[in-house]
């Protein structure tokens, strides 16, 4: 395709216009969902800008990641745009919220901007106050909302539930089609020992890219092994970790949108927000749990062309650890259906659940207030996390999808279908597995050739630790079972369990015929 006859991607100034944003009142929600690099923050910085400008309004954007911040002080400080931009974090409206504090008012802003509003969702899992500042915006009907995302469709849905739970009026929706034509190619892989061999295959070529790994001491022992190639970063809440971060390195990162070494590992403290601008970026390796956060990492680096595309490599969730995922989320919204499937009955809640409370904090206590918000003395009530509680919901509903509609690898196959790799007319999948049971094939192969016959339980220990399958910590020892393992990880050998019987000899000579009813082989498959 020839410079001249690409095709102009779609922009948020394209699709909403100045006379579009005048025609917004006070308490309107605006619901805006397009992809990552579309002009989400251009809009802001020009469209919201000039109208608030002419009005003397002000803009508040809340922003989920202080590095996020960070980087957008910079932007709109070069812009000479901080006389109407105010940026700060949502944990600092909660902050705020919860301590009394009253910094924040947000009658006085025109525009209250809520940037990668997923995060009231995604943070859900580990912040419980998300719902703190949602509840904010909502109730402030002074403002204009300005809700975006590029990963925020179960958000979506969450807010316009609420807003006709709470008769407000519908919200205004913007969409621009997700576009993941950027992937040159998607491949998939099981262990965090081919992290390492992506980043030495990487330095020997010379490439540049990406690794966002969930745990921070996973991905600093990956980058303290090739420090002299490599960034890392972590949040500056981990107390642990964020002490070997280069705070200038990533200081001048977020400044030039580019980092100089060949790699920058960082965990999902860089999922959202900032962007890394460089046509040298090649790849970007995930590992993290969290689907929207996953997207949210492919978009770090802005694309500037048809032709500046990367290549993509997810670590997998098989389907095992997915099913123990739905039965994580299941347990964890336990009390709260339980409590909603009652009536709101405080009472029932502690007859089924008593001395104890509900350590996921979906369920907290609130003191209770009359109709006209007076606190009323000396009484409390338990109250639903409704982002949290939904945002669990969602994810039983993802799981369920990937295990019964996907089935096989469903976790790979959904990730394909959404990104593109998945060929109709054919019905095939196009993204590229990587086979790491290298130790594990050559030790099966062995079994085969000597035809080795494992006829009880002690016979098997070495096999079972071979294949190293754990559920809740404990070896998996099941023929079924490990067979499944064997399957997912595409090894092509199996457990044949087969009834067989042996001679043995006692201390006088004579033998006496044993039956073995589940022995086991290993044969090809």
């Not at 997923?118 to 949602?134: I, L, M, P």
């Not at 890392?232 to 107390?239: I, Q």
């Not at 104890?356 to 003395?377: C, H, K």
Request: glycine share 4%; proline share 2%; with cysteine.
């Amino acid at each position: 395709m020839t410079k001249g006859s690409e095709k102009k991607k779609l922009r948020v100034t394209d699709l909403i216009k100045s006379e579009d944003v005048l025609k917004w009142k006070p308490n309107s929600n605006v619901l805006i969902a397009s992809p990552m690099g579309a002009g989400k923050s251009f809009f802001c910085k020009n469209t919201l800008y000039d109208i608030a400008k002419e009005t003397n309004g002000k803009i508040l954007m809340l922003i989920h990641r202080s590095n996020c911040v960070e980087q957008f002080k910079y932007e709109i400080e070069a812009d000479g745009k901080s006389d109407v931009i105010e940026v700060i974090t949502y944990q600092a409206l909660e902050y705020s919220k919860l301590h009394n504090t009253n910094k924040y008012q947000l009658s006085d802003y025109k525009f209250v901007v809520c940037d990668e509003f997923h995060y009231f969702f995604n943070d859900s899992s580990f912040n419980n106050k998300t719902a703190v500042s949602f509840k904010m915006i909502m109730s402030n009907q002074e403002s204009i909302h300005v809700f975006m995302s590029a990963t925020g469709e179960h958000m979506s849905r969450y807010m316009k539930k609420y807003i006709k739970d709470n008769r407000l009026e519908d919200a205004i929706e913007y969409e621009i089609p997700f576009d993941f034509s950027f992937i040159r190619e998607l491949t998939f892989f099981h262990k965090d020992v081919t992290m390492e061999e992506f980043l030495k295959e990487g330095i020997a070529k010379g490439d540049k890219g990406i690794f966002f790994i969930q745990s921070a001491e996973k991905a600093y022992k990956l980058y303290s092994k090739y420090k002299k190639y490599c960034v890392f970063n972590c949040s500056a809440n981990n107390s642990k970790y964020y002490d070997y971060v280069n705070k200038d390195k990533i200081k001048q990162i977020l400044i030039n949108q580019r980092f100089e070494e060949q790699f920058l590992i960082t965990t999902s403290c860089f999922d959202a927000g900032i962007n890394i601008i460089d046509l040298d970026v090649k790849h970007i390796v995930i590992d993290i749990v969290d689907i929207g956060s996953l997207i949210q990492c492919m978009g770090r680096k802005r694309i500037q062309s048809e032709e500046d595309k990367v290549s993509i490599y997810i670590k997998v969730i098989n389907n095992q650890k997915l099913a123990g995922l739905k039965r994580s989320m299941e347990q964890k919204v336990e009390m709260a259906d339980f409590y909603m499937q009652n009536g709101y009955s405080v009472e029932k809640l502690i007859e089924k659940y008593p001395m104890q409370n509900d350590v996921n904090n979906i369920l907290y206590d609130d003191i209770l207030q009359d109709e006209n918000g007076n606190v009323i003395p000396n009484s409390y009530t338990k109250v639903i996390n409704e982002p949290m509680y939904f945002k669990k919901k969602e994810d039983i509903a993802d799981y369920s999808v990937m295990l019964e509609k996907f089935g096989k690898f469903g976790y790979c196959k959904y990730l394909a279908a959404t990104f593109g790799f998945y060929d109709k007319e054919t019905g095939s999948y196009t993204y590229r597995m990587i086979n790491e049971e290298y130790e594990l094939e050559d030790y099966l192969g062995k079994m085969v050739k000597e035809e080795t016959v494992l006829l009880q339980l002690r016979d098997r220990s070495e096999l079972i630790k071979k294949i190293n399958a754990k559920q809740n910590g404990k070896l998996l020892k099941k023929a079924d079972t490990l067979n499944k393992i064997l399957e997912e990880r595409e090894v092509e050998y199996r457990i044949k369990e087969f009834p067989t019987t042996r001679y043995i000899q006692d201390e006088n000579g004579n033998k006496k015929k044993k039956v073995y009813k589940n022995a086991w082989k290993i044969v090809p498959f």
